[in-house]
């Protein structure tokens, strides 16, 4: 019988300041697995989980909403959000970890535009107050056009971009946010670069 989400939450909430501790067993078995575990109603794969990305989660929050008790709340409304549509992932659609950074995203971004502050969801700011009708005019189409490019890059390619770029964290806290080698995180994101330049060229010379 499947756990309701309040207990689901009070499951995050009492773990929450706990160190991860895996078991030989429990590190070999696949974010994505964990997954179908939990659309299955399997708390004890919810856990694992739990232990093993409330850190990188609470991290991202931390960054971008700079408010410990507001991270906090962001991650247990992550894994809550993760038990109620652990079903809605697809394994031929990617890896576990990527589904799992876009719940969180949705989480923080809500808490953060709950009391309206900018996120790397929103595109970057235009220009300065003080700036001329032609300087705003062409900052805000920027803005909006580099905005658009990133979005029309591949998933795999802008997540990397999202979490390195707008998120701050570093490419070793990215490769290991999406558990993946580092190797590859850094391989993504020139390709996205490379992709933004091809997608921006002759535009804004």
């Not at 909403?65 to 709340?73: G, I, P, Q, W």
Request: hydrophobic fraction near 40%.
């Amino acid at each position: 019988m499947r756990k309701t989400d309040e207990q689901m939450e009070a499951v995050a909430a009492s773990t929450r300041s706990e160190a991860p501790v895996i078991g030989d067993r429990d590190a070999r078995t696949s974010d994505g697995d964990l997954l179908l575990r939990i659309a299955d109603g399997d708390s004890a794969a919810f856990d694992i989980l739990y232990r093993r990305f409330s850190r990188p989660v609470f991290g991202l929050a931390l960054r971008l909403l700079r408010d410990r008790s507001r991270a906090e709340d962001a991650v247990q409304e992550t894994f809550a959000a993760i038990w109620r549509s652990a079903g809605s992932y697809r394994p031929d659609r990617g890896t576990g970890a990527p589904w799992l950074y876009a719940v969180a995203r949705n989480a923080i971004v809500d808490r953060a535009r709950a009391r309206r502050e900018p996120t790397f969801a929103d595109a970057p700011d235009e220009a300065a107050p003080d700036a001329g009708p032609a300087e705003r005019a062409e900052s805000s189409y920027v803005s909006w056009r580099v905005h658009r490019a990133v979005h029309d890059l591949p998933a795999q390619e802008r997540e990397v971009l999202e979490l390195a770029y707008w998120s701050g964290l570093s490419q070793s806290e990215v490769a290991t946010f999406l558990g993946m080698p580092l190797g590859t995180v850094k391989t993504r994101t020139r390709t996205a670069l490379a992709r933004l330049a091809d997608l921006l060229e002759g535009e804004f010379r």
